[in-house]
């Protein structure tokens, strides 16, 4: 399967692309607003993960060509540039394709990390909003620790919650989670579930604050 | 120490008073609006716990003297209960005295369970609010399942997070948590940090009703 992950410059997008080119036999699309910043992010990937004897299908186009190329494809991108990342691929995507949400729009105050509910009732639905006719949309991957899930030694033994409305779209993007070494799929139901799902990052940045050794904590549903 | 439990008749009281009982030496008060209800549900958990072998030291009585005779006070009571609940027993408490709230206010529709976020920020914070001057309030128990906690059996291998703004009163809390077999205290911060610490108990719920084998289903951050 090919899986574009459009700001897979980004931190989250780059612990996913590690993985999954080390774990999966799927191409692995990086995609950026620039497109020689996505090559040279992709050339990056394949050199550490030839380090490690992987021999990886990482490439690397401007966010357009690389939804075009992907079945997959993924926002890595923060909340509040979900609505126009997706906007700008619109009509790279095919009916068929799933979009995947991990971004979380969180505040911080004094106290430490909060949620920030938006109008549409969580980030994954505002990608749903944005979404074209045909394309559905899962949230997943919003609770993992990006230098954690970035660092290919660390073990994960973490679960990731994915929310959707689309039976087939919740079962393909479990199935590319659970093909990551140490992750596993737990469905929270459908994307009006997806605030307590989105809530979860908020929380395990504050746990990080507030305990020694916590550093980079994920969650696991047992 | 002495713990209250208001609405220690319920499930969440039920489960707590249990696992005290068992695994301390703490003096374990049901507190229930109804006096008689509460000496029966003490002598239900004392027979339950003598027929384990456990000599407990568990006692009942009215919310107001339940509360007059311990140190620490959990109210037990659903989210709607919580201000009256504290607001009866406010002249029973002593400064110094410690209220702990697991309550999480909830709404169910068609899709699953959400968060209702109560206009004071969390639930915890409107047991702030109602709480007496000098009696620190600490959030904690929101996410066990009610059931595997009430089952002296079952394993927990769980945490519970623990927000407050008192930082002896969190240690003394975090103290009785990591007591109970199983169970250990995670701080997610000062109860501003509450509200998403409050929105794990809907998204267990959720979990639960989304996958086969995980009803009863605990959280553990590691």
Redo the contacts between chains.
């Keep these: 399967m090919e899986i574009a992950l459009l700001g897979g410059t980004g931190d989250i997008g780059e612990g996913l692309a590690l993985r999954w080119a080390s774990d999966t036999d799927h191409e692995v699309i990086i995609g950026s607003r620039d497109a020689e910043r996505a090559a040279n992010k992709a050339e990056e990937y394949r050199t550490e993960l030839d380090s490690r004897g992987v021999e990886a299908d990482v490439s690397g186009y401007e966010n357009s060509e690389a939804a075009a190329r992907a079945t997959v494809v993924v926002t890595a991108v923060p909340a509040y540039h979900l609505t126009d990342t997706i906007e700008a691929v619109a009509d790279d995507l095919d009916e068929g394709d799933i979009l995947v949400s991990p971004a979380v729009g969180m505040k911080r105050?004094e106290?430490?990390?909060?949620?920030n509910k938006p109008g549409a009732g969580s980030v994954t639905a505002l990608a749903a909003d944005a979404a074209p006719e045909g394309v559905p949309v899962v949230g997943a991957f919003h609770n993992l620790a990006a230098d954690r899930l970035a660092t290919p030694d660390a073990d994960l033994?973490?679960d990731t919650?994915v929310v959707g409305d689309d039976d087939d779209a919740v079962e393909t993007v479990s199935g590319l989670t659970d093909a990551i070494d140490g992750l596993r799929a737990?469905?929270?139901?459908?994307i009006?579930?997806a605030?307590?799902?989105e809530?979860?990052t908020?929380?395990?940045i504050?746990?990080a604050?507030?305990?020694d050794d916590?550093h980079d904590?994920?969650?696991?549903?047992?």
Tied chains: 1, 2.
């Design positions: 105050d106290d430490g990390m909060h949620y033994d973490v919650l737990v469905s929270a139901g459908g009006a579930n605030a307590e799902v809530g979860i908020p929380l395990v504050n746990i604050m507030n305990n916590m904590v994920g969650v696991k549903f047992h």
